[in-house]
């Protein structure tokens, strides 16, 4: 299967979400967790590309565009990487976003939830339906994007420094699931 990675943000344009205690930045986070999907899933046997771009969707044409190269290879499944942050720091746990419930899509996103939340124990926050996320919006083929934790809650944030290929271990395995349960 033809399988599309993008690690969100872009090291050195857009950080993300930023644990300052820590000077850890989500774009570092997430390429070096969506390489390590990469890595399991070829592994596997799967086709992978991996994107992290400054242009989502033709907002900044100097960047390649990650929706028209997901949509033009095309990919079969399309995966976002993300860190969640939020200003109450209480505000912990994995959560995956799909377009619409009613998608292949959200079938996916139970798989690499479930997957996370038993590997490393993050609090279980389930699957949204966000129909304004513009990878989500803007690809043609199932896409999830997933949050691995939140880089403003201390222990999530462990996690986020220290468990990098746990998640990428998750992320694959989900994935892997799915495939051979449909
Ligand atoms: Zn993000």
Same mark, same amino acid.
């Given at each position: 299967?033809?399988?599309?990675?993008?690690? #969100?943000?872009?090291?050195? =344009?857009?950080?993300?979400?930023?644990?300052?205690?820590?000077?850890?930045?989500?774009?570092?986070?997430?390429?070096?967790? #969506?390489?390590?999907?990469?890595?399991?899933?070829?592994?596997?046997?799967?086709?992978?590309?991996?994107?992290?771009? !400054?242009?989502?969707? #033709? @907002?900044?044409?100097?960047?390649?565009?990650?929706?028209?190269?997901?949509?033009?290879?095309?990919?079969?499944?399309?995966?976002?990487?993300?860190?969640?942050?939020?200003?109450?720091? =209480?505000?912990?746990?994995?959560?995956?976003?799909?377009?619409?419930?009613?998608?292949?899509?959200?079938?996916?996103?139970?798989?690499?939830?479930?997957?996370?939340?038993?590997?490393?124990?993050?609090?279980? =926050? #389930?699957?949204?339906?966000?129909?304004?996320?513009?990878?989500?919006?803007?690809?043609?083929?199932?896409?999830?994007?997933? @949050?691995?934790?939140?880089?403003?809650?201390? @222990?999530?944030?462990?996690?986020?420094?220290? =468990?990098?290929?746990?998640?990428?271990?998750?992320?694959?395995?989900?994935?892997?699931?799915?495939?051979? !349960?449909?």
């Amino acid at each position: 299967m033809k399988i599309f990675i993008n690690p #969100g943000h872009c090291i050195g =344009r857009d950080p993300g979400a930023v644990n300052e205690k820590y000077g850890i930045e989500e774009a570092a986070v997430v390429a070096n967790v #969506g390489a390590g999907v990469k890595n399991y899933l070829e592994a596997a046997g799967h086709e992978l590309k991996i994107l992290q771009s !400054d242009n989502l969707s #033709g @907002e900044n044409p100097i960047y390649p565009n990650v929706c028209l190269k997901a949509n033009t290879w095309p990919a079969e499944l399309f995966i976002s990487i993300h860190c969640n942050s939020f200003t109450n720091a =209480r505000a912990h746990g994995t959560e995956c976003c799909v377009y619409s419930h009613w998608s292949e899509a959200d079938r996916v996103a139970y798989y690499i939830q479930n997957k996370i939340v038993e590997k490393l124990g993050t609090f279980n =926050r #389930g699957v949204k339906e966000r129909n304004n996320l513009i990878v989500l919006k803007g690809t043609n083929m199932p896409a999830v994007l997933v @949050e691995l934790a939140f880089l403003s809650n201390e @222990e999530d944030c462990q996690k986020l420094m220290y =468990r990098q290929d746990e998640f990428a271990q998750a992320i694959a395995e989900g994935i892997l699931d799915y495939l051979s !349960d449909n």
